[in-house]
């Protein structure tokens, strides 16, 4: 299974991700290898991964770690102390095994021993000696990463015994087994999506949980959470589809590579926390970027918006950092219609795809039947005679419409546009409301101001003939605790905010 | 000590680093407890953190792990299985004490042998019952973070016991030993910036390490590096200074911990890895804005730049998560006079500061004298009759002067900005530049197009009441691995692509 894995400690988390595939939904007789540095089991990640191997039974995953004892500057934590390893990876609930890594011998009982039936991962433990058979550098601190220069090459060459040609035949899996995808064998049902009636006050997540439900319709849909479940309603899909739901409690990174590994095997998944503990798993999504796999992240919690919990629960750095990984959607939807619709959309996307919902129920907005494209958006109030286009996303759309209605009763009529599709953008629409507007745009977003909403609608238009004037509504300062309508005005994010600062983009024109 | 620790497996890893200096920079004999839940026990920087303290023997740390079996949504991985906790603790080097958690002779037991003598961190693991002591929730799942209604409260402080009024009297610590912050009680010498004669050709990294070592004068400086010192250059410091460097091998949400544990203590931490790898830490980055805490951060190879080791290594997001933290400061410069110059500024700086430094040697262009203001820039090239303006930093902007040769050499005088400053960035030098050009802005830079530098530009002017034209060139494909001309040519960022996009945004023009 090709996945990236320069980013050290993700290898073996998502090879638990395969071997999680191979034996609760393929049930192929598939074994995953892993290989590990040394210096890389200091990453936490390497534990986590260990941890839920054990934890899940995966007798099907054998990590092999080369302790070769010099990492790129010098020794590593523990050099050659086998027995440091061997404690650890045991009490984890793996299988330990200690070998020489340059016997063969013992090397090739090791492998065997491996793919005898226990109900636990098995680990390697190779002591080797780095450089190995070429004097110059064995065993020597300084040579990481680096190619020999030609002439240190050839005494290598000719100390290692000179060129040969070795043929290694391998024995074939049988035709199918590493097929991928692996195509599930039950028949799709047809998914239904969750509808809501308008006016409802519906959280986003709740759509979330309800649509993701509906998806499992799909027999390669699979799902899981990071203890949070009943939080971001994956539950519903575990109560649904018990066997295509994986408990990954609290480890975000297990949480991330586990839908790689399975998205590697041909499963759809959907991975569930709060969008702010996403960040705990921001290189591993960045290298899924690189893997191309295809995984679906829900982030609920998002915003000052969640209120009392405080800012460590709140995400507002996360669409920056999603949106800046490659090729990424990044989905915002502010009501439950639209929720559930880009949710089901999710499925069919390729590569990493972020949905950031909302913890607080706001009114439905969208007719059951509206649909969502994906690199689009939603003009939810429009006049020809618009002077200014009110921008928001998620809960501050809801912002954006009360600020309208401020607005109309003032005598100005404003544009409401709904940018669920963060990224990719709708420029089209984003281009006409500048046009309509003369250049007049308000942003509104629960984030904070770097890269966001606001930077998605500048980047969008910065190559314009005339770019628009971008009033921008975002939460500056650090926040406290409290209700979720306290922070957002404190926040300067409120319908009072974002009717000032369409006002101030009227006026300063009126003054000039 | 205050830290934020709201999003799991903080805690114990910022504990250490508080231990830490204790242990190797206090010199003072306080005792550092950290309260851990047992569902957090899953996150991988648990284990970072526990290594580390076993590893440096912070015989001063305790950590007390409150097992009460239920998490958030149920049982938690392990439940009641305290022999699991201890095996896991032990083999990472700690030694650990089981006790009924509510049994208060067996706790003040606990508490008093984690201050006996040992080379080891203390990890006492308390079984107890959520809720003990109200029969309607104790033990009970779905009472997590919820407050009892008022009826139930009633009913719990009468099954407790009733209202009481109980004082515990403390020991306060003797006079000075917990003050903050831990003034060194060396002499600060004076630190001498390193310079460099221009038009050698020095890596920014080399310089970060030269002025790290520099700063290494002052007794209140520290550094900690995740086992790529000899790459970052903070093996310089190492070298110089090695009581104040700390290996934090390759666990960077613990190298991050470490600098926030040493910062609370008063010490002025600078931690550095390849600048990819601090998306690693992330969730610790922007949990260490909550703390207020200040942090010095230098990411190495950044970019495509980078060469031949491919995208795993390339930080080609890391501006955009960076500047989407919370009062951070966003440095990238040019040549290896500002770097060494902005280096030792951020000794200075509050909040989590970034640099951002790259692998190549590039020309040296500033004078070793020059001065580089946090929120500054520099107009490297200018004429009152500049038609376009080419903004870069760090590699781009030599990719800037080249450009602006080649335009110049076609009758098309072009202004050179090096926006070394990312965050805050300097807004009056870019709205000079807009009105010098018509409001025609080239930004080039070396990361993913979206939130990074051309976002900077554009959020700083999208308010004006005439915003600018931003052409942008950024890597927007997945980058392989070549030589790294190859690699800024490929992804479009060459100064080829520079003056192409400076002559389509006056062509434009033409054609209109």
Same mark, same amino acid.
């Given at each position: 299974?090709d ?21 609760r939904? $393929? ?23 260990i941890d ?21 500057r ?32 013992q ?5 065997a021993?491996?793919r ?25 601190d300084?040579w ?28 074939r899996?049988? =035709?199918?087994t ?15 999506v ?15 949980g309800?649509?993701?439900?509906a ?13 949070? =479940?009943?939080s ?6 575990? *109560? ?9 409690f609290?480890a ?15 499963y ?14 921001y ?7 690189i =893997?191309?796999?295809n ?9 000052v918006?969640i209120?009392?919990d ?23 939807p ?6 559930a619709?880009l ?7 390729e590569?990493i795809v972020?949905? *950031? ?16 494209a ?7 109030r429009a006049? $020809?005679?618009d *002077? ?37 953008? $709708? ?12 250049? *007049?745009?308000?942003?509104?977003? $629960? ?16 190559g ?27 926040a300067?994010? =409120? ?14 024109e009126v003054?000039?």
């Amino acid at each position: 299974m090709d996945v990236a894995t320069g980013s050290l400690g993700q290898g073996l988390p998502i090879a638990v991700g395969v071997a999680l595939a191979g034996k609760r939904l $393929d049930g192929l007789p598939y074994h995953v290898w892993a290989l590990c540095g040394d210096s890389e089991v200091a990453e936490g990640s390497i534990w986590e991964g260990i941890d839920k191997a054990g934890y899940y039974g995966l007798s099907n995953l054998t990590a092999i770690v080369d302790v070769n004892r010099l990492g790129q500057r010098g020794e590593t934590e523990y050099g050659w102390d086998l027995e440091v390893y061997r404690r650890r990876f045991e009490a984890f609930g793996a299988r330990a095994v200690v070998v020489d890594g340059h016997d063969l011998e013992q090397v090739d009982a090791a492998l065997a021993e491996a793919r005898s039936a226990t109900e636990r991962p098995t680990v390697i433990l190779a002591r080797t000696i780095k450089g190995k058979g070429f004097s110059e550098v064995e065993d020597r601190d300084g040579w990481h990463g680096k190619p020999l220069p030609p002439d240190m090459a050839e005494r290598a060459i000719a100390e290692l015994g000179g060129v040969r040609h070795l043929t290694v035949e391998t024995r074939r899996p049988e =035709s199918g087994t590493a097929a991928r995808p692996a195509a599930p064998a039950r028949p799709a049902a047809a998914v239904e999506v969750p509808t809501y009636r308008r006016g409802d006050e519906v959280a986003t997540r709740k759509a979330y949980g309800d649509a993701l439900s509906a998806l499992g319709a799909r027999p390669d849909v699979v799902a899981m959470d990071g203890e949070v =479940s009943n939080s971001t309603y994956a539950d519903e899909f575990a *109560r649904a589809h018990p066997e295509r739901f994986f408990e990954m409690f609290i480890a975000e990174q297990m949480l991330v590579s586990a839908a790689v590994g399975m998205s590697v095997r041909g499963y759809v998944p959907f991975a569930s926390s709060f969008a702010a503990f996403f960040t705990r798993a921001y290189d591993f999504i960045r290298m899924a970027a690189i =893997s191309r796999a295809n995984i679906r992240l829900a982030g609920s919690h998002a915003g000052v918006e969640i209120g009392q919990d405080g800012p460590s629960q709140m995400a507002l750095e996360d669409l920056a950092a999603m949106r800046a990984v490659q090729g990424s959607t990044v989905l915002y939807p502010c009501d439950a219609n639209s929720a559930a619709r880009l949710t089901v959309a999710m499925a069919d996307l390729e590569g990493i795809v972020f949905l *950031r919902t909302t913890r607080g129920g706001y009114p439905v907005i969208y007719e059951p039947g509206e649909e969502f494209a994906v690199g689009g958006s939603k003009v939810v109030r429009a006049s $020809d005679g618009d *002077r200014v286009a009110l921008i928001g996303a998620g809960v501050t759309l809801h912002g954006c419409l009360a600020a309208a209605e401020e607005l109309a009763a003032a005598g100005i009529p404003a544009r409401v546009i709904d940018l669920y599709s963060v990224k990719p953008v $709708d420029v089209d629409t984003l281009r006409a409301a500048s046009a309509v507007t003369g250049g *007049r745009l308000v942003v509104a977003e $629960d984030h904070y101001p770097e890269g966001g909403i606001g930077a998605a609608v500048m980047e969008a238009l910065a190559g314009e003939p005339r770019p628009p004037r971008v009033a921008h509504c975002a939460v500056r300062g650090l926040p406290g605790s409290g209700r979720p309508d306290e922070l957002m005005e404190a926040a300067g994010i =409120s319908p009072r905010h974002i009717a000032a600062a369409a006002r101030s983009l009227l006026d300063e024109e009126v003054r000039r």
